[in-house]
């Protein structure tokens, strides 16, 4: 009902911090470390399921009366989303895969790589709250534009440097920015496409949009093997993040004045019927 985003990411990265400093640990001193941290992974993850049996029948009952949309109408309204996801999908793919790989083959070690991505998580959780401050005090253009500059100024800055320490204080800075733009327009969309009826199809669409670039992403690593273009494609996406956020963001505040003018309007035909 809130789209709370900083909460819910906070969960789900405290989740990720533990097992980042769990599964470093592993691959430094235990033998056969790939194996342990494999079974350790399926060990959580069937733990995971755990909790929503046990909320199954809300989770039935939220999904009782699901609208039936238009692929057309859907795709209509979300247009600058879909194009938005698409170049966060790609851009996942480069901080998630490539970034801690670029770290790794720069001379940090399986452990050290680990314990650096759990401090990135960490990171994220205070960026998740920070794009919330920002929200609740309507500045989310603001915010689009702050992390935009980070991802974009932190790319150029990683290809020009061959410091290991700048190179990874420089992901850190890419983490920040980029859940800063992930949080708020996440949480805007989650209550536009709410208020609008659309929200269980706009979810799936924007998933398969994500993912097909994430596909495309790691193709043109494994095609390509090249750390330059990896690169000129994290920064082309950082691009088209910047630009279409800011579009999204724009739509966000048309939406909230339509809606306000809707209100009016209904207020007025009350004072009418009075």
Known sequence: NKANMAKF????????????LLSAYVLGNIANS????????????????????????KLKFLTKN?????LKDVMKDTKIYNIYHCFTGIFQFFV??????????NGLTFSVVGYLVAIQYVVVIFAGYFAKFLVDKKQILLNVILGSIMLLGSLIAIMLTKNVKAIYALTI????GYNMLFQALFSKFILEQKQKGYYYD??????VFQNGAR????????????????????????????????????NSKNHETDEKTDVEIKNCENDQDL
Not at 235 to 245: D, M
């Open 66 to 70: 699901i609208p039936v949309c238009s």
């Open 9 to 20: 990411e906070a969960g789900s990265n405290l989740g990720r911090i533990i097992f980042c």
């Open 215 to 250: 596909v495309i992403a790691s193709a043109t690593f494994l095609i390509f093997s090249n750390f330059i273009v990896m690169f000129a494609l994290g920064i082309a996406s950082s691009i088209g993040i910047g630009v279409s956020s800011i579009f999204c963001a724009k």
């Open 173 to 176: 800075v890419i983490s920040f």
């Open 96 to 105: 998630e895969a490539f970034l801690p790989l670029y770290l790794y083959v």
């Open 202 to 207: 706009s979810i799936i669409y924007r998933d």
């Open 34 to 57: 790939t194996l342990f941290v494999v079974l350790f992974s399926l060990v959580f993850y069937a733990v995971s399921i755990v909790p929503i049996v046990f909320r199954y029948k």
